[in-house]
DNA sequence: AGCACGCCGACT
DNA sequence: GTCGGCGTGCTC
């Protein structure tokens, strides 16, 4: 290896998955400049995109090229070599590079903690001296012969249904404009907005080259969704890509979608970080959903990530949502965003009638009022299905020690431990606690720990209990459950699902898992037990979410039957979110929402960053938070940011968990340049900080 | 984040 | 006498 003349070094900027902001200095060595074919007089633009092998302290890690310079941002004494150029694939493209860079500037995080996990695993490992290509191994051999571009006409299934008017309209208004527009297409369930996509995709893909991305909350739940794309698209490749997929899998199609063999891509969040060269067209579907948010590593929004791309590559975007996010709602109120609705059914189906149920006086049946057991009885008896909604899993929320008090804390969290029914051969031991936070489990006391009593019994209700009691009242019904804890068994979901599908269940038990997605076509009645834990939680998002899982829940109900049925059980009956409600009037509601929120300066009128820090020991969290806290005082002192108004540090809503206390630090701003020039500086003072304490910093925070 | 180095307690 | 606990510092 030649050591480079000062004169023409030449030095690649490289992201590399640690914790560190910026890029990382190497300078490229001769042999591998002529490999790139590039000579140290030129540019060595060839290398730019592509994997490398770096030394990094005394190992070797996998980084990406992100640009190359003749200056150097570091010590030039430190900086080593490049010790090997990866040539088993194309550089990755411009457009996903300038992506990644925008990611970790907005949630100032270091370039290769976003890049590095957004490619297959395969393509992060250093490859053995042997080994030509991991990536290049896996593809068929004549994978390049079927790269043609194929005709559009082909490629796209004869038989599409007739658009309703606001179908053709949303059509024609998605047709009528170029280059970055973001479209809102507001569609309560069952509008068809998918056949809203799909046309508008068929007339994007007319472009041989061109690529359209779908994104979808969860795979697994819009199964209905993807066959759709599947059934139209016949002879079209299409890259799946979600985390539920096996590594080799998820490369295979990843690597498809790459090279633009995959002209459409159908994923969840993590598909937003694809490299697609020729992609002209991208669809949120149920934009308001929270899984677009990612809560491992860097806390990032697809959806905005998503936009953020339309926005950099020039192309449309349209979200799409029978509830749309507060945040998109204000956006098209300010014309950010084009607006469009389609407002009836496509099948024509009335909405189901929704009726709110007070149960503040009423002494109920297994947590069941009468009116709830009179639709359920009736609805039985019709033949027709019945989902009840409990956003509870377990048998009872706490076990309850009626002589003294006493209920089973979880020692390691500031929760309860839930009382499970567990399968077990042994009647004795059929119930367990289970903490919901760090799922520790422990064998149930037969007597009080505190007192010795024997009355230990569980208080309150979830999905468990609630099945045994519907047992017992409607002996001659199927019931079957679908919760977290069904779902641990492989297959056993899908299972009751299916048999739904088939008639062959009557009742349905779910939590929120069954909110989403699946319509059950006999399904008449939906029934929701505990609508008022999300009424008056501290979270300011509480009552956005609970309407729209509401509205999301309520519009299974129906889809092919007449007369459809929702009751919704609480104490505060005359709420104004239940108005809207029975109205089915999200206009009304979400105008309401802004206009509280434009009142209480929340979001989306300001903007909103938390300081997250968590340690075995309380006071130095508090201690950890007190100085960021000071360091971010001085710093908007002596910048003059008049807008920035920092909060004090509380403890979080769950303050312990798994021995881990917890406290953030919110900050405020009607500024968002203000708000992010003070992060950037201010992240970088919190990292010479020594604490036992460990912190992140989070971006736009969905619950404070 | 890894991974080193470095200085104090209970074990063969 | 050492194994190993995790505090501290560094990585172009």
């Not at 199609?253 to 060269?277: K, S």
């Not at 809560?295 to 949502?321: C, F, K, M, W």
């Not at 997605?517 to 505990?530: C, I, K, T």
């Amino acid at each position: 290896m030649t050591n480079p003349n000062k004169s023409d070094v030449w030095i690649a900027k490289v992201a590399v998955d640690v914790p560190l902001p910026g890029l990382f200095d190497y300078w490229i060595p001769t042999e591998i400049l002529s490999a790139v074919g590039a000579n140290s007089a030129s540019k060595p633009v060839n290398i730019i995109g592509l994997r490398v092998v770096v030394p990094w302290g005394n190992q070797q890690r996998v980084g990406v090229v992100f640009d190359v310079s003749q200056q150097a941002d570091s010590e030039t004494s430190k900086i080593k070599p490049i010790s090997l150029v990866i040539s088993d694939m194309a550089p990755l493209c411009g457009s996903w590079l300038k992506l990644i860079q925008f990611a970790a500037d907005y949630y100032h995080r270091g370039v290769g903690e976003i890049a590095l996990p957004a490619l297959p695993k395969q393509l992060r490992v250093i490859p053995s001296p042997r080994q030509k290509t991991l990536a290049k191994r896996r593809l068929p051999a004549g994978s390049k012969a079927s790269k043609k571009p194929a005709s559009a006409l082909r490629s796209i299934k004869a038989s599409r249904p007739a658009l309703t008017a606001s179908q053709h309209q949303a059509l024609g208004q998605l047709l009528s404009t170029s280059g970055f527009v973001t479209h809102v297409l507001h569609g309560i369930t069952g509008s068809g907005k998918t056949e809203v996509y799909l046309q508008w995709f068929e007339q994007i893909l007319a472009d041989p080259l061109a690529q359209v991305m779908l994104l979808v909350p969860e795979i697994g739940l819009t199964p209905q969704l993807t066959q759709a794309v599947a059934e139209r698209f016949e002879s079209e490749e299409i890259a799946v890509l979600h985390s539920g997929l096996t590594d080799a899998k998820r490369a295979q199609y990843w690597l498809a979608a790459v090279e633009g063999r995959a002209r459409i891509v159908v994923g969840t969040r993590l598909a937003v970080l694809t490299p697609l060269a020729n992609l002209r067209a991208i669809v949120i579907d149920e934009e308001h959903d929270s899984s677009y948010r990612q809560t491992e590593g860097v806390h990032y929004s697809a959806r905005d990530l998503a936009i953020a791309t339309a926005s950099q590559q020039n192309i449309p975007i349209l979200l799409g949502s029978a509830t749309p996010a507060l945040e998109t709602w204000h956006a098209v109120s300010r014309q950010r965003y084009q607006y469009m609705a389609l407002r009836e059914r496509a099948t024509g189906a009335a909405l189901p009638t929704i009726q709110i149920v007070n149960v503040r006086h009423e002494s109920m049946k297994h947590g069941l009022s009468s009116v709830a057991l009179k639709n359920i009885a009736k609805t039985l008896a019709a033949g027709q299905q019945v989902l009840i909604y409990l956003n509870r899993r377990g048998y009872s929320p706490v076990l309850h020690c009626a002589a003294c008090g006493w209920l089973s804390a979880c020692d390691a969290c500031s929760a309860y431990r839930v009382l499970h029914r567990v399968p077990s051969a042994r009647p004795s031991s059929a119930y367990r606690l289970i903490c919901h936070h760090c799922a520790s489990d422990q064998t149930v006391p037969k007597r009080c720990p505190d007192c010795g009593a024997v009355d230990l019994a569980g208080m309150g209700r979830g999905t468990q209990k609630l099945e045994e009691s519907l047992l017992e009242l409607f002996a001659n019904a199927r019931i079957a459950r679908i919760d977290r804890d069904v779902g641990r068994k492989a297959g056993a979901t899908a299972k009751i699902i299916a048999a739904t599908h088939e008639g062959e269940v009557d009742i349905l038990i779910g939590t929120q898992m069954l909110a989403k997605g699946h319509d059950f076509q006999r399904l008449a009645l939906v029934v929701v037990l505990d609508a008022d834990q999300g009424l008056f939680a501290s979270d300011f998002r509480a009552p956005e979410r609970l309407f729209s899982n509401l509205m999301q829940v309520s519009g299974r109900a129906g889809r092919a039957v007449s007369d459809a049925r929702v009751v919704v059980q609480t104490r505060y009956p005359d709420h104004p979110l239940f108005d809207a409600l029975t109205r089915h009037d999200y206009d009304y509601f979400a105008n309401q929402q802004l206009h509280e929120r434009e009142q209480a300066e929340l979001p989306p009128w300001v903007f909103h960053a938390l300081l997250k820090a968590q340690s075995k020991n309380a006071q130095a969290v508090i201690d950890l938070l007190t100085k960021a806290r000071e360091l971010a005082t001085q710093l908007c002192e002596t910048n003059g940011w008049a807008a920035i108004r920092l909060y004090q540090p509380v403890p979080m809503p769950m303050a312990k968990v798994a021995h881990q206390e917890r406290a953030q630090l919110l900050i405020e701003s009607g500024s968002r340049k203000q708000l992010h020039q003070l992060l950037a500086l201010w992240s970088e003072q919190l990292r010479a900080v020594k604490s036992p304490a460990r912190w992140q910093l989070e971006v736009d925070p969905l619950e404070i």
